[in-house]
C-alpha cells in the first residue's frame, strides 16, 4: 500500500508539472511592422550636425552616426526613422541608439518597419525616450554593423599573396531628413590603400579635395545642406590580409544541472571564410614553409577562445572526431582554450565543429528567495579573434532542471524568436524545460553582453529524479522478485 501511495504522490507531481509547462510557452516575436504602401516619413525632424565614424579594421563595417537633431514641427516628436537600401537592412545587425550625452537612458526602442515588399528603401523606426518639443534639440548615438559587406578584390589570389578589400558606401549618410551640415571619417587597418574615390573640392564646405588623408584615417566632409535620401557613392579598396571569418549558424547549448551543481556548456559552429579563393591548388610544402617565419595570411588557421576562469574539461571535435590540435591554459586569472583547425581555411572554405566545457554553477546562478532562482550567463561567448567574427545567425538553449517553471529572460541583444519547449535526456520522465532564443546578424563584439534567466524550481521537482530512480529500480525488485514466485516446473514435484 505504502509502494502505492508513493506512486500516486510522483504521478500527480508529474501531472502538475506538465500543467506548468504548457503554461509557459510562449510566441516567436515579431521582427517587422507594416506600413502605408505610400508613406513618406514626416519632414518633422532637421539634421543640425552629423558625425560618421566607420571603422574597416576588422572583418565587418561597424559604423557610429552622433547626430544632432532638432524638431522642427509644432508639436512634440518622438519617432525618428533611419533609412537602408533593402539589400542592406537584412545583415545590418547589433544596432542601438542612445542619449549621447545621457548613456544612462539606455537604449531606444528600435524595430524594422517596410511599406512595400519591392521598396528599395526600408527604416528603422526609433522611438525616442520622451517627446521632443518644437525647436528642441537632442544628440543621438547610432551604432551599429553591416555582415558580409566586404568583397574581395581581386577575388582570386595565389595562395601567399596580399589580400584587399573593396567597401562601397555613399559620401552623404544615409537619412529621412535634411542634414544641414555632415562629415564622414574612415578608420582603415593600415596605411595601404592604393585605391578610392576622389570628390572635387567645389562638393566640400571648406572648399578642400576629398578625402583627406591622415596616416591609415580619411575624412570626407564636411558638407553643406544635403536633402534627405540624397546619396554620393564612394568606394575604396585597401589592403586586409586576414580571414573573412563567418558563421552562418552557431548553436549554443547551456546545460544547468543543481544536482551536479555544474553548467555544461556547448557551441556548434559553421564557418565559412569570405576571403579571397586560391587561383591554384592549395600546397601544403609552401604553407608548412612559410610557418617558420609567420607571414600575414588570409586562411584562418587558429581560434582562441577566452573562458571563465574555472572552466573544465574542455573537447574539441569535427565531423570526423576528436581534434587533436587543440591546447587549453588555465591559472587563476584567466583560462583560454586554443583550437586549430585539421587544415588552413582558406576564401570559400568551410569548416563545422564543436567545442564544449563545464563550469560550477555557483559562478552564475543564486537564489532570488522562495524557490525562485536567477541565472546569469553571457548570451555570446565564441572566439576571439583579432579580425573580428560575424554571426549570421544564433541560437542560444538554456536547457534548465526538469520541473522548471514561469521562466523570463532579459537580454540587450535583439532577437527575433524566443520559445519554451522540453527537453528531453537520460532518466528524465516529462523532459527539461528549455528556453530558446534566436538572434540574427550577430558580432564578436556583444561577448559581454549578459542573458538573465529566472525561473520557479520548487523542493517537489527537485526530487523528482531521484523518486523516479527509486521506484524504477524497486519495480526491478518486484518484477524479479515476482517471477521467481512463479512455479515453472513442468512435471509435480515427487
Known sequence: MKFLALTATVLSLLSSSLCAQESNLTTPLTSRQILPQNFIPPQVFRNVNLLRTINLEKSYPRETVNVIIENVDSKPQDVYYLPFEAGVIERVGGLEVRDKKDPDKGVFEAEIVEYDTYSPTLFYRIRLSQPLKPSEQQTLSITYSVLSALTPLPAELQQMEKQFLLYTFSAYTPSAYTT????????????????????????????????????????????????????EPISVRYEFTKPLTHASLLERDLEISHWGGNLATEERYWLTNNGAKLINHFSRVQWASSQYYNPPTRALKELKLPLRVGSLDPYFTDDIGNVSTSRFR????????????????????????????TADLKSFLRKAGGDRYVLKVPFLEGPKQPEGLEYERVEVRVILPEGATNVKYETDIPLIAADISLHRTFMDTLGRTTLKLTALNVVDDVRGTDLIVTY???????????????????????????????????????
Do not use: H
Open 180 to 231: 544641414l551640415k555632415q562629415k564622414t571619417k574612415l578608420k582603415f587597418p593600415n596605411t595601404d590603400i592604393p585605391e578610392y574615390t576622389v570628390l572635387p573640392a567645389s562638393s566640400n564646405a571648406e572648399g578642400k579635395q576629398d578625402p583627406q588623408r591622415q596616416g591609415s584615417s580619411f575624412t570626407y566632409g564636411p558638407y553643406g545642406s544635403v536633402p534627405a535620401g540624397a546619396a
Open 330 to 357: 588555465t591559472n587563476l586569472r584567466e583560462a583560454t582554450l586554443e583550437l586549430k583547425p585539421r587544415y588552413p581555411v582558406f576564401g570559400g572554405w568551410k569548416y563545422s565543429f564543436r567545442v564544449g566545457w
Open 456 to 494: 520557479d524550481y520548487p523542493l517537489s521537482a527537485g526530487l523528482r529524479k531521484p523518486i523516479t530512480i527509486f521506484i524504477g529500480i524497486m519495480s526491478v525488485f518486484v518484477t524479479a522478485w515476482g517471477l521467481s514466485m512463479i512455479d515453472t516446473s513442468i512435471g509435480k514435484a515427487s
